[in-house]
């Protein structure tokens, strides 16, 4: 994410990519990764004690690491000058575009295709290709009401928004196993809004990073514990706070880590599409198969690593493919614009 400087209260952006946010990322977009292996990976019965507690560790890590992504978005949008429909296009052309290849070279590999898996891959906002990004738009839409409303409040009014909203969408639910016919979208308004109160007391927060640190440890344990993979659980919430504010607490900068992070949301678009699933988790990773050896918890962390730097450097190909089509598109523009002599 990008740098910021304080003045006066508040996050204000510079150009510079804070390393510690973009590391987040990485690490938020590795337990998603860990959790898709899992969740989607077709895995035979536990063998052991040991490969039993390392499935529960994976399934608590997707959710925290949904959480962990809506904060950053909260975070940094709430504090945004203006609403920029450029990278809302961008990111909605970079979804179609991995939509649409990954359904094309399924084809040309010999999976079966039909009408309703085109529209999906064509069209994968609106026909439920990647049900996170389609939320991601929808709050991106609505950022800037939200917003308005976030910079309208005082401090103390926006703490009890959150207090609010953490008892609707988190709490509540938990105590009366009832969703109280709150959906995805307004637990993401929820997050949103929590990222958005840490952004503005910043400045304010004296806690030791290693306790949130420490709390996250905890509240994942308990998270693992329950098994559950809902986006509102309240030990994913909790556990996704305490590992972003950690992270927040952070300063350093990487070029590399940068340089990678860029990839993450391509990492999300390339493995979990539905085509690109049976070709990385059971054409290369055999995970079906492998899942009923002694030895699979560690090899689901080598599987998980595997997938994320597989889906990154297809994008840095995609990168430098765009990256060299625009030289070579300004080379024409500007040829064109020479004079005759």
């Avoid at 052309?93 to 529209?119: D, E, P, R």
């Avoid at 880590?257 to 539905?274: C, G, Q």
Wanted: hydrophobic letters at 55%.
């Amino acid at each position: 994410m990008k740098n910021e400087k304080v003045l006066g209260g508040g996050v204000h952006f510079t150009n510079i990519r804070q390393s510690n946010f973009e590391l987040l990322r990485i690490v938020a977009m590795l337990m998603i990764v860990f959790f898709h292996l899992v969740y989607h990976g077709g895995l035979a019965p536990a063998n052991s004690n040991f490969d039993s507690v390392m499935r529960a560790i994976a399934m608590a890590a997707g959710k925290t690491g949904v959480v962990i992504y809506v904060l950053i978005t909260g975070y940094f949008l709430s504090k945004a000058k203006k609403f920029s429909f450029k990278k809302l296009l961008k990111l909605i052309l970079l979804v179609t575009f991995y939509g649409a290849a990954i359904y094309l070279l399924s084809l040309i590999c010999g999976q079966n295709g039909n009408f309703n898996l085109a529209m999906a891959g064509f069209f994968p906002l609106i026909f439920d290709g990647y049900w996170f990004v389609t939320v991601y738009c929808l709050i991106y839409l609505l950022a800037p009401f939200l917003n308005i409303i976030i910079k309208n409040i005082s401090e103390k009014q926006h703490f009890y928004a959150c207090i609010l909203f953490g008892l609707f969408c988190v709490v509540f639910p938990l105590i009366f196993n009832n969703s109280f016919y709150l959906s995805t979208f307004d637990w993401f308004v929820c997050y949103y809004f929590i990222g958005a109160f840490i952004a503005r007391i910043k400045d304010k927060n004296k806690v030791n990073k290693w306790l949130y640190l420490l709390a996250f440890f905890v509240f994942y344990a308990f998270n693992s514990i329950k098994g559950n993979v809902s986006n509102n659980d309240i030990w994913a919430v909790l556990s996704a706070l305490c590992l972003f504010l950690f992270f927040e607490k952070l300063n350093f900068q990487s070029k590399f880590i940068n340089f990678v992070a860029a990839s993450t949301f391509s990492v999300y678009l390339i493995h979990d599409n539905r085509h690109a699933r049976i070709v990385l988790f059971q054409q290369i990773f055999n995970i079906t198969e492998m899942s009923a050896k002694a030895y699979f918890p560690l090899y689901l962390i080598f599987a998980t690593i595997g997938v994320f730097v597989i889906c990154v450097a297809v994008d840095i190909l995609r990168r430098l493919m765009v990256k060299l089509i625009y030289k070579i598109a300004n080379k024409i523009k500007k040829s064109r614009a020479k004079p005759a002599s």
